[in-house]
C-alpha cells in the first residue's frame, strides 16, 4: 500500500477541530514527513461542520486528493460529508458510547473507542480528540511519541500537568485500539530525519513582512486575511513596529498610507468586501506617489459570497478596480513559500516604483498548511530596496531655484526623488488632486499630461528592468501549455503525474505576476492547445492573456468554492484536449 | 530651516482660492501661529486635510502634508503619528468631512487618543459642492438640496467627542483671531487627542451663520469662568443648545495618549539593509 496517507479529522466548529489536526500534522512534520493541510469549514463559529485534512507522504505534497484513508469522525455529518472519499481501506475512529447512533458504510473498517471515557481516565472528558490521535497513530504505525512535542507546544502554556494528561490520553487511545482492534491497513509511516516547517499562506505573508522591514499594519477582521494581521500582532512589536485594528477597512488602508507617507514600510491586507472599500484611497496612493503594500486574500464573492470558501474572483478588480487611471503592481504567490519571497518583493517594488502593489493570495493558499525546510525561508536572501529615498544631504540636488522640493519630478524612468517627514528642506503637499512637480494642484493640460505620462512611465521602467518571470513544470517541449496563477500551481503539478500515466504530455506554466506580467505570446503562438486554469467563472486571467496574445484560449474554470484535486484537474485538462477552440 | 520659525514659513507660495472673506483664511492663521508658537517648524511638520473648501487648508500651507480623501483625513493622521511620533500631526477639514462621511471615523480617532490635533472648520454648509446642508446644518436651514430644511436635528459634534470619550475638547472663532490661535495651541500642547471645532462662516452659501452672529452670540467660556477640567460642567455647555461658546470645555487631566498605551515610541521609517538578524527565529516557530 502506499505511504501517501490521507486522514482528516471532523466534527463541529468549537470540537477542537483545527487544533487536533494541527497537533498531528505538527507531529508528522517532526517526523520528517511531508505534509500538506486542507481546510473545511462552515461560516459559522458553533454548529457547523468543520474538518481538517492531512495529507501526508515521506515525498513532496502540495495537493488535495479524492481520497480518505483514516477519518477521526466526531458526528455522523462527518462521515456523511466525506463518503464519496472513503474506500475499502478507510477507516473511521469515533466513539461509539456516546449518543450517537453512527452509521459506517460498509466498505470501512469501524474503529470504536471509548474516547470520551479514556479521556476522562486521562483526566478530562475535554481531552477525547487527542484519544482519538493516539488510536490513529496505532492504525499507521506512528510512533505516538511523535505527539509529545506538539502536544507540549499546544498545552505548554497551560502547564505541565495538561501536557502530561494529554501525553497520556494519546497512550490510552493508542493501547486500546491495540489490544481491542486488529486493523491493518498496511500503513507503517516511515519517518525521516529531513528537519521541516510548516506554516500556511496567511503565516508567510506575515512573515515575509517581518522580514522585509514592515513596520505598520492597520487592518480590519475579514476571512481569510486575518491570519496575517494575527500573526503580525505580538511579533512586529519586536522590531519596533505596531498593528492597529482600525474601524474599517477604509480607515485601514488610509493608516496605512499615513505610515508610508511617513516613511515606514506599511501593508494592509483584506479580502474582497474590504477592496471595494479601498479602491477610493488607491486612487489617492498611486497619484500621490506612496509605497503601500495591500494584501487582498481573496474569497468567494461577489457581495459576501461564501466567505469560507476558495474563489479567484478579484483579479479584475486588483488590474483595473478605482476610478481614473492609475499604475499599480500586481503579484500573486503561486505556493505558500512563495507568499513569503513575493510580499518581500511587494515591499521593495512599492518602494522602488512609489506606487501601491497589490498582493493577491486565495483562500487555498491562506489556510492551507504545507511543509517546508526552513531554507526555504532563508532570511540571508532577503534585500532590500528603498528606492529614491532622499536624506538631509541628498535633498539639495531636488530643489527647484527657490528651494521648493520637487516631490512629483518629471524623471526619465517616472520615479521622483521621496523625502520623509523630518528630511530638512524636503517639506513638501501631496494630494489626491491633479498636481505639478511641486505637488501643488493644477488643471494645466501639459502638466496633467507630463504627470500622467510619469506616473505610467514607472510601469514601463518596471517592465523593463525586472524580470517578470513565471514558473514552469513539465515537459517543456509539449504541444499542450496550460497556464494558471496562484494557488493551483500545487495540484497542476500533481496532475501532471496523472497526466503521465496516461501518456499525455503537458507544459505548465504558473504565473506569479499579473500587472506587469511576463509575456507569454510566443509559447502562446507555439503551443498545439492552451489551456488556462482558475478558480472562477469567467477566466479572467483568460480573458487578460486573450487580449495580450489576440488567442482563443481553452479554459477549465472552477468556482464551486472549492480548490482544484489533483486527480480531477487531469482529467479536466484530458477531456479539454479534445475539445474544440471556440469560435473568434 | 532656521531654528527662529515664524508663522509665515508654515505659509505656501499658493495663493488660496477661497472666496473674499471666508473664515477659513482666519483658521488657517491660527493654525500656522500656533504651530509656530508650539516651537515646530515646516520639516517635522505633517498637515492632514480632507476634501472640501476648508480641505484645501494643507495646499496653502508649507510642511509636509496630505490632502487626501473626503472624510478619511484622520486615519492618515493618525497613520502618521504612529509611525513617527517625533512628528507634530495636526489635520483638518470641514464639518461635511469630519462629521459626515468621516464621522465613524471622528468618534474612533477621540477613542484612540493620539497625540495630535484636529481643526474642524464649521461652516454648518458643504461649501465646495455649493451649498447643500451639512450635518451641522440648523434643522430648518434651506438650500438647494434640502428646500424646507433638512429636519433633523443637527450634530452636536462637542457631544459627540464628549461621548466617545475625548480628552480634549474647544470651540473657536475663526474671526476672533487672537483666541483662535490660543485655542489650537492649546489642542497641540494637549497630551492626547486635541479636538477645535471652529466657527468658520461661509460667505458665499451660508447667511444664517455669519460672522455677525458668532460675534452677537458667542459666549467665552474663560470669561464665564467655566472650570474645564469639571466633566459635569463641560456636560453642561456642551449640552447647551441654546448658546454658542468658545473656549476650551473640557480637558482631562489624567489623559493617556495612544504612544504611552500602545508603546508605540520608536520611529517606524528605519529598518535594516536586509531582513533583521534575528529573522530565522522567525521561521524556526514554524517547527
Ligand atoms: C466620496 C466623495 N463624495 C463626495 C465628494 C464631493 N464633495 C466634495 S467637498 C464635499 C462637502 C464638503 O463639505 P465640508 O466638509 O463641510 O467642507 P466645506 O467645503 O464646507 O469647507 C463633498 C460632498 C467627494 N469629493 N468625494
Ligand atoms: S464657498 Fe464658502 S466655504 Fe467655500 S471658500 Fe467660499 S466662503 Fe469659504
Redesign the pocket.
Known amino acids: 500500500m502506499t505511504e501517501d496517507l490521507n486522514w482528516a479529522i471532523g466534527g463541529e466548529a468549537g470540537d477542537g477541530i483545527d487544533s487536533t489536526g494541527k497537533i498531528f500534522a505538527q507531529a508528522l512534520s517532526r517526523a520528517g514527513r511531508h505534509v500538506f493541510t486542507s481546510k473545511d469549514f462552515a461560516s459559522r463559529i458553533r454548529g457547523g461542520y468543520t474538518a481538517y485534512k492531512i495529507r501526508t507522504s515521506v515525498d513532496q505534497v502540495q495537493s488535495v486528493v479524492d481520497r480518505l484513508d483514516i477519518l477521526v469522525a466526531l458526528t455522523q455529518r462527518t462521515i456523511d460529508e466525506n463518503l464519496d472519499e472513503l474506500h475499502d481501506g478507510s477507516a473511521i475512529i469515533y466513539d461509539g458510547e456516546r449518543s450517537w447512533e453512527a452509521n459506517i458504510p460498509e466498505e470501512a473498517t469501524a474503529v470504536d473507542v471509548p474516547l470520551k471515557s479514556l479521556a476522562e481516565e486521562a483526566g478530562g472528558a475535554i481531552m477525547r480528540n487527542t484519544v482519538a490521535l493516539g488510536a490513529a497513530c496505532e492504525i499507521t504505525g506512528f510512533d505516538v511519541e511523535y505527539l509529545d512535542e506538539s502536544l507540549e507546544k499546544r498545552f505548554g502554556g497551560k502547564g505541565s500537568k495538561i501536557v502530561e494528561n494529554n501525553r497520556e490520553a494519546a497512550r490510552l487511545g493508542q493501547e486500546y485500539v491495540q489490544e481491542n482492534y486488529d486493523v491493518d491497513l498496511g500503513y507503517d509511516l516511515e519517518t525521516t530525519d529531513n528537519d521541516y516547517v510548516l506554516l500556511n499562506g496567511d503565516e508567510a505573508i506575515g512573515m515575509g513582512a517581518l522580514a522585509a522591514g514592515c513596520r505598520f499594519y492597520a487592518g480590519y477582521p475579514i476571512t481569510p486575511a486575518t491570519n496575517v494581521m494575527e500573526y503580525l500582532t505580538g511579533r512586529i512589536e519586536r522590531y519596533g513596529g505596531h498593528v492597529v485594528q482600525a474601524e474599517d477597512e477604509l480607515s485601514a488602508i488610509n493608516m496605512a498610507l499615513g505610515a508610508a507617507r511617513a516613511g515606514a514600510r506599511s501593508m494592509t491586507a483584506t479580502s474582497g468586501p474590504g477592496i471595494d472599500l479601498m479602491a477610493?484611497t488607491f486612487g489617492l496612493i498611486a497619484t500621490s506617489e506612496t509605497p503601500l503594500v495591500i494584501c487582498d486574500v481573496m474569497r468567494s464573492g461577489p457581495s459576501t459570497g461564501m466567505p469560507t470558501k476558495q474563489e479567484q474572483g478579484d483579479l479584475n478588480m486588483t488590474l483595473y478596480g478605482g476610478h481614473g487611471e492609475v499604475p499599480r503592481f500586481v503579484i500573486t504567490p503561486t505556493t505558500i513559500s512563495e507568499c513569503f519571497w513575493k510580499t518581500v518583493e511587494a515591499f521593495n517594488y512599492a518602494e522602488k516604483y512609489q506606487t501601491p502593489v497589490y498582493l493577491v493570495a486565495d483562500l487555498a493558499l491562506a489556510v492551507t498548511e504545507q511543509t517546508f525546510p526552513p531554507e526555504a525561508f532563508d532570511m540571508d536572501a532577503v534585500e532590500i530596496d528603498r528606492g529614491k529615498l532622499v536624506d538631509d544631504d541628498t535633498v539639495d540636488e531636488w530643489l527647484d531655484e527657490q528651494g521648493r522640493f520637487r516631490a512629483h519630478a518629471n524623471t526619465d524612468d517616472g520615479i521622483s526623488p521621496r523625502a520623509i517627514p523630518g528630511t530638512i528642506d524636503g517639506a513638501h503637499m501631496s494630494t489626491g488632486l491633479e498636481h505639478d512637480e511641486l505637488g501643488r494642484r493644477t488643471e494645466e493640460t501639459d502638466v496633467r499630461v507630463e504627470q500622467v505620462d510619469k506616473r505610467n512611465r514607472k510601469v514601463e521602467t518596471a517592465q523593463a528592468e525586472e524580470d517578470w518571470d513565471y514558473r514552469e513544470f513539465g515537459s517543456p517541449d509539449a504541444e499542450n501549455l496550460v497556464i494558471s496563477w496562484g494557488s493551483n500551481e500545487g495540484a497542476l503539478v500533481e496532475a501532471l503525474d496523472y497526466l503521465e500515466e496516461e501518456g499525455v504530455d503537458v507544459r505548465v506554466v504558473s504565473v506569479p505576476y499579473i500587472f506587469p506580467r511576463p509575456d507569454l505570446t510566443d509559447d502562446v503562438e507555439a503551443a498545439e492547445d492552451v489551456i488556462v486554469v482558475e478558480c472562477n467563472a469567467t477566466g479572467q486571467f483568460a480573458d487578460v492573456l486573450e487580449r495580450d496574445t489576440l488567442t482563443r484560449l481553452k479554459r477549465i474554470n472552477k468556482y464551486t468554492g472549492v480548490r482544484f484535486k489533483a486527480d480531477e484537474l487531469a482529467e479536466a485538462i484530458q477531456t479539454k484536449l479534445t475539445e474544440e477552440v471556440p469560435a473568434q | 530651516m532656521s531654528s527662529e520659525v515664524r508663522f509665515t514659513d508654515f505659509k505656501s507660495d499658493k495663493q488660496p482660492t477661497w472666496c473674499p472673506g471666508c473664515g477659513?483664511f482666519g483658521t488657517m492663521n491660527g493654525m500656522m501661529k500656533a504651530l509656530a508658537n508650539t516651537g515646530n517648524d515646516p520639516d517635522n511638520t505633517f498637515v492632514v486635510a480632507?476634501?472640501?473648501?476648508?480641505?484645501k487648508i494643507g495646499t496653502y500651507m508649507h510642511s509636509y502634508a496630505l490632502h487626501g480623501?473626503?472624510?478619511r483625513a484622520l486615519p492618515v493622521g493618525q497613520g502618521v503619528k504612529m509611525a513617527r511620533p517625533d512628528i507634530e500631526v495636526m489635520v483638518a477639514?470641514?464639518?461635511?468631512?469630519?462629521y459626515s462621511?468621516g464621522a465613524g471615523h471622528f468618534v474612533h480617532a477621540v477613542r484612540r487618543n493620539v497625540d495630535m490635533s484636529y481643526v474642524v472648520?464649521d461652516?454648518r454648509?458643504?461649501?465646495?459642492?455649493k451649498g447643500q446642508a451639512?450635518p451641522t446644518s440648523r434643522s430648518d436651514f434651506e438650500t438647494s438640496t434640502t428646500p424646507e430644511g433638512p429636519k433633523q436635528p443637527p450634530v452636536n459634534p462637542l457631544a459627540l467627542a464628549l461621548a466617545s470619550g475625548a480628552t480634549f475638547i474647544a470651540q473657536s472663532f475663526a474671526s476672533d483671531a487672537m483666541r483662535h490661535a490660543e485655542i489650537v495651541q492649546e489642542a497641540i500642547e494637549h497630551d492626547g487627542f486635541g479636538f477645535v471645532n471652529v466657527f468658520s462662516p461661509?460667505v458665499t452659501f451660508n447667511d444664517v451663520d455669519t460672522y455677525d452672529y458668532f460675534r452677537d452670540t458667542l459666549v467665552d467660556l474663560e470669561e464665564e469662568g467655566h472650570d474645564r477640567h469639571d466633566y459635569e460642567a463641560a456636560k453642561e455647555v456642551i449640552l447647551d443648545a441654546g448658546k454658542e461658546y468658545q473656549g476650551v470645555m473640557y480637558q482631562n487631566e489624567n489623559s493617556v495618549p495612544y504612544h504611552e498605551q500602545h508603546g508605540v515610541t520608536e520611529d517606524m521609517s528605519e529598518i535594516p539593509d536586509g531582513a533583521p538578524e534575528d529573522a530565522m527565529d522567525l521561521v524556526r516557530e514554524f517547527y
Do not use: A, P
Not at chain 2, 454648509?125 to 459642492?129: D, E, H, Q, R, V
Open positions: 477610493e | 477659513d480632507g476634501i472640501g473648501c476648508s480641505g480623501v473626503h472624510g477639514g470641514g464639518d461635511g468631512d469630519g462621511i472648520m461652516n454648509i458643504y461649501g465646495l459642492t451639512s461661509c
